[in-house]
């Protein structure tokens, strides 16, 4: 414990004031004149006392030499500050992402030098690109020693820390002295949940931790709430809007990721119902109503559920709200495959005016926050009386896509196949999974069968990787579900490939007593890329089943002894009727569990849309048919 004298107002009134430290720098003079004037601060503790204020209760990172300063601050402060630190600065970034899609409280996540920051990266490129945020602070090599080529000083032509993380944070700041702080830290929490909200960054050069200034801990700025910038639309342009949908024939709302982002759950349902509009989803917006809603279509796309993808193609007028229409939900932009816009009449309503038109003609575009939108667009329907004209036609074509979707789905849901009919994997699930139930996903295959077949009965209880798509997302990310929903199953469906990227999640898990559940869909491959060498390539497959080259037979680790190896449970799984009652007990274990589940390699993901990777000829729908109107 440090102590210092008193010489006015302090915001660390808590600490003994019997001596001080000496000062390390010249009386300094700010534009801050409204803080209360105090001795001195090191930055470490300046750091940690406004995350304090914050009110950030995790900080996530990898000790390293250029962390050890702020550690020591955050040390005075751990019975309101937990840290957590994951097996490698990535996994900390997943945690701290999925925290913020189910709080909207952006977390802290630290790293050394050198791979301690490059490490990181990928989790933070995750988290800008799906819209999620936290607050990013690296080391650097002390002020006296840049461009020295000290220890991980990245001094070399024109590379800096600073400018490797820009293209991926909404701002990244280079700290140079204490004084920066005072400023840069609520400027930084702003605008981490201004707009579309994302992660910022600090670069930190590590004497700062220790050395001290006369400058007091800043003030939150007054709204830590998500700021909604850009929002107020003009009444004529909701009832322009709202006319072309009542006025439709075959209207749908898309509802994105904004909605998620934006919480406006309560509000996509309330309108929707008003207007009797049936709603469908990106990936990323999936959940954003619950599933058993009867105006619930689910995700369109390659591997959409086919009455979303129908209905889309089908359409003819969509109101979009904080989608991107990114490939892999529109079939690669190819029509008649998942949409025909135009004739379809497309209402884009974005926070992000760079997304609006970016991919289709717009017949109306709105920059506007989902939730105020909706909001604004309910009191005008209301106030009209607004519902839909054309009686019950458009809802009995959606009821016959519904129908035929069920009827091509069920069989597989009650195979007794062996290997496993993952259909039948992840309808058990379904079942068995309490309503609260958090899913992650990881990326693969697995993300594709959770994105036809996960139903989720809570609005905002399903995360995926997005725009970046980075695996490990959900082998890490599950962790910061866990911490963020303790009361609830919170569990990730990955592959067995995911899975050995960062199986060391499980180790943090049990250190950290955090028990969470992996779903291992095991098929010896990555076969989301195998699929596509056999589609594309002729099967000539390489470099994307796991096979012992001594043995050539099909090889993994055994999962299930490598996480009893952790101190988790590791259960492994072959035959369909032993998975229901493995998962059951997994759920209420209160234990880290995995269930490596053994799936038929040799099972494709049904495609109801299309993809392509230019030159190559987009895939032909396995289910349903191309339809250009």
Known sequence: MYNRKATGPSSLSSYSTSQSYPPSQPSFQSGYSSMPPTNEIRGADLIAEYLVKEKVPYILGYAGHGAIGLLDGIHRHTDKIRHI??????????MADVYFRLTGQPLAVYASTGPGPMNLMISVANAFYDGSAYFVITGQVPTTQFDSGALQ???RYNGDVS?????????????????????????????????????????????????????????????????????????????RALELITSAQRPLILAGGGIRVAGAFDELKTLAEQLDVPVYTSFMGKGALPCDHRLNLGVAGVWGEYPATEAARNADVILAIGARFNDLHTGSWIPGYVYNIPP??????????????????????????????????LKIARAKGSRLGFGNTWHQEIETWRTDWRNFVEPFERSNEVPIEPRRMVADMVKISPPDTI???????????????????????????????????????VLG????????????????????????AIATAVEYNIPAVWVVQNNYAIGTIRDLQRV????????????????????????????????????????????????????????????????????????????????????????GQRKLR
Not at 439 to 454: I, K, R
Not at 487 to 492: D, I, K, L, R, Y
Not at 559 to 584: C, L, N, S, V
């Open 536 to 623: 594309y390539l002729d099967g000539r497959e390489i470099g994307t089943s796991f096979v012992n080259e001594r043995t050539g037979q099909l090889w993994n680790p055994d999962f299930a002894k490598m996480t009893d190896a952790m101190g988790g449970r590791g259960i492994r799984i072959e035959h369909p009727d032993q998975f229901g009652d493995a998962y059951r007990e997994a759920l209420h274990s209160n234990v880290p569990t995995v269930l490596d589940v053994i799936i038929n390699r040799d099972t494709a993901v049904p495609v109801t849309g299309t993809w392509q990777m230019p030159p190559i000829p987009e895939v032909q729908p396995t289910f």
């Open 85 to 94: 630190s994951p097996r490698v600065e990535q996994a900390a970034g997943f």
């Open 163 to 239: 400018s490797i993380f820009t293209p991926i944070v909404k701002k990244s700041w280079r700290i140079r002295k204490i004084e920066d702080l005072c400023k840069a830290l609520p400027d930084a929490f702003s605008l981490m949940r201004t707009g579309r909200p994302g992660p910022v960054h600090f670069d930190m050069p590590y004497d700062l931790y220790i050395k001290t200034a006369p400058v007091s801990v800043p003030e939150p700025q007054s709204d830590r709430t998500p700021l909604n910038w850009r929002t107020t639309v003009a009444d004529e342009t909701v009832e």
């Open 481 to 504: 579900a866990k911490l963020a929903r303790p009361g609830s199953p919170c569990v990730t469906l990955c592959g067995d490939g995911g899975f050995m990227m960062t199986p060391h």
């Open 344 to 377: 379809t009449k497309l209402i884009h309503v974005d926070i992000d005016a760079e997304e609006i038109g970016r991919n289709y003609p717009v017949e109306i575009g709105i920059v506007a926050d989902a939730k105020a939108f909706l909001a604004h667009m």
């Open 439 to 477: 899913m992650v996903d990881d990326v693969g295959n697995c993300q594709a069968w959770s994105e036809q077949y996960w139903k989720p009965r809570v609005a905002g209880t399903h995360m995926t990787a997005g725009g970046f798509a980075a695996m490990g997302f959900g082998i890490c990310g």
């Open 153 to 155: 000083d990245d001094y």
